[in-house]
């Protein structure tokens, strides 16, 4: 094994971080005017118009209280589903939280939400960050919470507060609290070189798993734990690798003959699924991790690549050109019953099933541009979500909301990452230190 503990940061679980939980801070129980609905956004219907909330700085340590701030703002702000208010805008300066605010000023500027909080230095030495929830038009508290937490890590607890009000306000998880393992590439083109990096969701605390002397593709997050898996072509061949991110060791999932690619774990991360190359063809086969006994699931001429369960762990989503041109098809976990799921005029790739179950996402490629979009497992509902010049390796959020993918058009250097959300919608691009392919979102951080 290979300790890669001086490349990554240390892994930082929820239960270390707030190390007395959450706590609920009580509604102060007052209604201004008549009782209306509770602000709900109803992301159901399409593409739902972005509510107008405002995110004050929080009070106590004013510059960590600043910034806490505005990292609620930012994710929520990426979400599509929110428009900060300008904190120019605002009617009031709050200075203690535990107050209800003045809701007819906060109407006259529009907000539906308002978040309020503080940040107050412990004698231990930790941070307890404290936020109310608000809903202007009702005139109440719709939610409170306070954490307590290492100074350092306030940027989770930021993440962490901006999923409590996402989940509130949509009535399904966020997304904020998670990471995204990718390729970082840097240097010329004939000279590129390639590093396993991580970094949180947002683009912040970027660190690298290896140090960019192999090869390294299509990197991979267990659904159950904190390890990856990816593909490493350092020595002459490739290898499938499992990299632990909480203690920093790697080790070979086995040694197959030929070639291995796009490794995936199942749901319960017990087992890792991949394609083997067997002179022309290539066929799909599962590893159990902990028997090292392997299966294999298809046996034709044909190429058969990409495998990626359903989220149940009953069916495997893969792309075969056995009909002629590579297509999507589905098939049992034991590998029969396959079934061919896409029927475009255009060659599919990559299909990656949404954590929800409800949608397969794909590239696709006809007339030389590449989309990604989605269908049903069954095939029907196809939708391109973007489109453009080489659109490839979509991902999901792990609450199936936002696919993330990357795009290398000519012209600009190398790739970028971009996400989009499953309407099709508010398209953005990830910021990333350099040129970034290949990515992968964590589950939400337990």
Same mark, same amino acid.
Request: net charge neutral; glycine share 10%; charged share 20%.
């Given at each position: 094994? &290979? /300790? %890669?503990?001086?490349?990554?940061?240390?892994?930082?679980?929820?239960?270390?971080?707030?190390?007395?939980?959450?706590?609920?801070?009580?509604?102060?129980?007052?209604?201004?005017?008549? %009782?209306?609905?509770?602000?709900?956004?109803?992301?159901?219907?399409?593409? @739902?118009?972005?509510?107008?909330?405002?995110?004050?700085?929080?009070?106590?340590?004013?510059?960590?209280?600043?910034?806490?701030?505005?990292?609620?703002?930012?994710?929520?702000? #990426?979400?599509?589903?929110? %428009? =900060?208010?300008?904190?120019?805008?605002?009617?009031?300066?709050?200075?203690?939280?535990?107050?209800?605010?003045?809701?007819?000023?906060?109407? $006259?500027?529009?907000?539906?939400?308002?978040?309020?909080? #503080?940040?107050?230095?412990?004698? *231990?030495?930790?941070?307890?960050?404290?936020? #109310?929830?608000?809903?202007?038009?009702?005139?109440?508290?719709?939610?409170?919470?306070?954490?307590? $937490?290492? @100074?350092?890590?306030?940027?989770?607890?930021?993440?962490?507060?901006?999923?409590?009000?996402?989940?509130?306000? $949509?009535?399904?998880?966020?997304?904020?609290?998670?990471?995204?393992?990718?390729?970082?590439?840097?240097? %010329?083109?004939? #000279?590129?070189?390639?590093?396993?990096?991580? !970094?949180?969701?947002?683009?912040?605390?970027?660190?690298?798993?290896?140090?960019?002397?192999?090869?390294?593709?299509?990197?991979?997050?267990?659904?159950?734990?904190?390890?990856?898996?990816?593909?490493?072509?350092?020595?002459?061949?490739?290898?499938?690798?499992?990299?632990?991110?909480?203690?920093?060791?790697?080790?070979?999932?086995?040694?197959?003959?030929? !070639?291995?690619?796009?490794?995936?774990?199942?749901?319960?991360?017990?087992?890792?699924?991949?394609?083997?190359?067997?002179?022309?063809?290539?066929?799909?086969?599962?590893?159990?991790?902990?028997?090292?006994?392997?299966?294999?699931?298809? *046996?034709?001429?044909?190429?058969?690549?990409?495998?990626?369960?359903?989220?149940d762990g009953r069916q495997i989503c893969f792309e075969s050109d056995r009909g002629g041109s590579s297509q999507i098809y589905v098939m049992n976990a034991d590998g029969s019953g396959a079934k061919r799921i896409s029927f475009g005029n255009a060659r599919?790739?990559?299909?990656?099933?949404?954590?929800?179950?409800?949608?397969?996402?794909?590239?696709?490629?006809?007339?030389?541009?590449?989309?990604?979009?989605?269908?049903?497992?069954?095939?029907?509902?196809?939708?391109?979500?973007?489109?453009?010049?080489?659109?490839?390796? =979509?991902?999901?959020?792990? /609450?199936?909301?936002?696919? !993330?993918?990357?795009?290398? @058009?000519?012209?600009?250097?190398?790739?970028?990452?971009? &996400?989009?959300?499953?309407?099709?919608?508010?398209?953005?691009?990830? =910021?990333? @230190?350099?040129?970034?392919?290949?990515?992968?979102?964590?589950?939400?951080?337990?």
């Open positions: 094994m &290979t /300790n %890669a503990s001086d490349l990554a940061k240390p892994y930082i679980s929820r239960r270390g971080l707030i190390l007395a939980g959450a706590a609920g801070l009580a509604s102060t129980g007052l209604v201004a005017g008549p %009782a209306r609905a509770a602000l709900r956004i109803d992301i159901q219907s399409g593409a @739902p118009q972005p509510i107008p909330i405002a995110i004050t700085d929080f009070v106590g340590a004013v510059e960590q209280g600043r910034a806490i701030a505005g990292v609620i703002s930012n994710d929520l702000k #990426r979400s599509g589903l929110f %428009a =900060p208010i300008d904190a120019k805008s605002f009617p009031e300066s709050i200075q203690n939280p535990d107050l209800a605010p003045r809701f007819p000023d906060w109407r $006259t500027v529009n907000a539906q939400g308002l978040v309020t909080g #503080r940040v107050l230095p412990q004698g *231990d030495g930790r941070l307890k960050v404290e936020f #109310r929830l608000w809903d202007v038009f009702a005139g109440q508290q719709l939610l409170g919470q306070q954490y307590f $937490t290492q @100074p350092a890590n306030w940027r989770r607890v930021a993440h962490i507060i901006a999923d409590a009000i996402y989940e509130r306000l $949509t009535g399904e998880k966020g997304y904020f609290d998670t990471r995204i393992v990718f390729v970082d590439e840097t240097g %010329a083109a004939n #000279r590129r070189v390639k590093r396993l990096a991580i !970094m949180d969701q947002d683009g912040e605390n970027v660190s690298y798993l290896t140090r960019g002397d192999e090869l390294v593709l299509t990197p991979r997050f267990s659904p159950t734990s904190q390890e990856i898996t990816y593909m490493s072509y350092g020595r002459g061949e490739p290898r499938v690798l499992l990299l632990n991110i909480e203690t920093g060791q790697r080790e070979v999932v086995g040694n197959f003959p030929g !070639m291995s690619f796009a490794p995936r774990f199942s749901p319960d991360g017990q087992k890792v699924i991949l394609s083997l190359q067997q002179g022309g063809n290539s066929n799909i086969f599962v590893m159990d991790l902990r028997s090292k006994a392997t299966t294999r699931l298809t *046996d034709t001429s044909a190429i058969d690549t990409s495998p990626c369960y359903s989220p599919y790739n990559t299909p990656v099933w949404s954590p929800r179950g409800d949608l397969i996402a794909f590239t696709r490629q006809s007339e030389g541009k590449f989309a990604i979009g989605v269908m049903k497992p069954d095939g029907s509902g196809e939708r391109v979500l973007t489109e453009g010049y080489h659109n490839e390796g =979509p991902t999901f959020a792990p /609450n199936g909301r936002v696919i !993330m993918f990357f795009r290398d @058009p000519p012209g600009a250097g190398g790739p970028s990452l971009f &996400t989009v959300d499953i309407t099709g919608y508010n398209e953005l691009r990830e =910021p990333t @230190p350099g040129y970034a392919s290949d990515p992968a979102w964590s589950p939400l951080r337990s």
